[in-house]
């Protein structure tokens, strides 16, 4: 049920709901009782229930009203005036920014498809369709930078973040720039270069980024 389909106190409800969802399942996962998620938001379970057809539900909700903010503390400004090869590292360099971070969990898509473990859960319907996101901003971009095989190199880059997020998490070790250079090295092979397709080659410099933490 979609929060502007609400009256005022529904929409209260509903957001104090998926605040404390999403709190929850970021600190211990999505299989959290309702009972316990209620309790965290105040909210009684008959009227969760009026509100969210289910457990299920109020996972895919919460993920989807997450989704936003974590692509944008990741993503470049759209026409940033940056190479394609600038815009693609962007998204590594903001990553091993994050990862440092205690409540860096990495990305909730993956964590959360992994813990539903059905590919029909809604939950894993809205994570497949924002990881597909990602990889469609990847082959944008290589196809922009002159890339011998975009749609390869878009998923090359996409299995580097994930990797590298998955290894943030369980701590394997620091990422300490493997991410972005690995990025880099795969540009290298693809053949897209520093320059941008319509400038110079001059370097393009950087935003300073901004010392947030990853949304929840």
């Keep these: 049920m979609g929060n502007q389909t609400l009256p005022a106190g529904a929409a209260s409800t509903r957001a104090r709901l998926l605040d404390a969802a999403a709190k929850l399942f970021h600190e211990q996962g999505i299989h959290v009782g309702v009972d316990a998620v209620c309790r965290e938001a105040g909210v009684s379970k008959r009227s969760m229930y009026q509100l969210f057809a289910g457990k299920d539900d109020l996972v895919a909700a919460s993920l989807e009203r997450s989704a936003p903010g974590f692509s944008a503390a990741l993503l470049p400004a759209p026409d940033d005036g940056r190479s394609p090869r600038e815009r693609i590292l962007h998204v590594f360099e903001r990553l091993e920014h994050l990862e440092p971070m205690q409540d860096f969990l990495g990305c909730p898509f993956v964590a959360t498809a992994v813990?539903?473990?059905?590919?029909?859960?809604?939950?894993?319907?809205?994570?497949r369709r924002h990881k597909d996101g990602l990889t469609d901003f990847f082959r944008?971009?290589?196809?922009?930078?002159?890339?011998?095989?975009?749609?390869?190199?878009?998923?090359?880059?996409?299995?580097?973040?994930?990797?590298?997020?998955?290894?943030?998490?369980?701590?394997?070790?620091?990422?300490?720039?493997?991410?972005v250079t690995t990025a880099g090295a795969l540009m290298d092979i693809a053949g897209i270069g520093s320059s941008s397709p319509d400038g110079d080659g001059a370097p393009v410099p950087r935003a300073a980024q901004p010392a947030t933490s990853p949304p929840r």
């Excluded at 539903?116 to 859960?121: C, R």
């Excluded at 922009?144 to 190199?153: M, N």
């Excluded at 998923?155 to 394997?172: E, I, P």
Aim: hydrophobic letters at 40%.
């Design 115 to 127: 813990q539903a473990k059905s590919p029909d859960h809604p939950a894993s319907v809205i994570a």
């Design 140 to 179: 944008h971009e290589a196809h922009r930078g002159g890339a011998r095989d975009p749609e390869l190199l878009a998923r090359q880059l996409t299995m580097v973040f994930d990797g590298a997020s998955a290894r943030s998490v369980v701590q394997a070790h620091e990422l300490d720039g493997l991410a």
